[in-house]
C-alpha cells in the first residue's frame, strides 16, 4: 500500500472514530492524535512567512542603512526611528530604511556576541551597504583609523554645519589626514527622551561611500528636529 493511501486509510478510521465519541472526548482526541501534524503545519506557516518576508525585502529599496552599537540605556530603539523616520519620509511601500540597535561591541573582546557585533559592522561595510554607524566617542576614535568615513564639515550643508559645529569629533583617517570624522548626539531627540539627564554620550560617522546622502542629511535633521523653511 502506497503512503498516500496510508494516510488516507488512517484519517477514514479517526473520522469513525470520532463519531462514535461525545464532544469532549472529540476534542481531546484530535490533541492527542493531531498535535504533531498541527506542529509541522505551524512549522510550515512561519517558515512560509519569513521566506515570504525575506523575498519581500530584495524587492524593496533601501533608503538608508544605519546600526546603533553599544547602547545600553535604550536611547536608540531601530525598529521605532525606523518607523517614525520612515514617516518622516513619506516613504512607499517599496521603499525602506534599515536600522539595527542590537550590536555591542568591544575592542579586544573574545566573547562571541562582540565579535560577531563587529564582524557584521565589517561584513556590511565591506560591502558597502551601511551608510552610517551610531557609536561611543571611544570606538568612533578607533575605528577613524581604518574606516572609510567622511569628512562631516564637507558633508553637511551650511545649515547643518551651522548647527553641529561645535559637536563634530575630529581624528586622524586612514591617510593619516585629520577631519571631522564624527558628530555627538548630545541635544538630539534621542538623548532627550532620555529617562535620566546623564546618558552615556554617542556620536555619529557617514561612510564615505554611501550614495544616500540626500537621506543622510534628511536623517540628521530628524535627529536634531531641524525643520527646513
Known sequence: MKFSDKIRQSFIQDRQTLKRLPFRQKVRFVLDYYRGYAFILLCLCLAGFFIRDAWLQTRRETVLEGFFTNDDENLFPAGTIARDFSAEL???????????????????????????????????????ELDFLVTTPDLAEYYSHSFPL?????????????????QLYYGQG????????????DGSRF??????????????????YTDHGEAMIRFLEYAFEYKRP
Open 90 to 128: 513619506e516613504l512607499t511601500p517599496d521603499q525602506q530604511v534599515i536600522f539595527d540597535d542590537s550590536l555591542y561591541v568591544e575592542p579586544g573582546s573574545s566573547f562571541d556576541y562582540h565579535t560577531a557585533s563587529q564582524g557584521k559592522i565589517m561584513a556590511y561595510i565591506s560591502a558597502r
Open 150 to 166: 567622511m569628512d562631516l564639515e564637507e558633508f553637511l550643508p551650511d545649515h547643518l554645519l551651522s548647527l553641529l559645529k561645535d
Open 174 to 185: 586612514p591617510d593619516g589626514a585629520e577631519k571631522a570624522c564624527a558628530v555627538s548626539l
Open 191 to 208: 538623548t532627550k527622551k532620555a529617562a535620566s539627564g546623564q546618558t552615556a554620550p554617542h556620536c555619529l560617522m557617514v561612510f564615505s
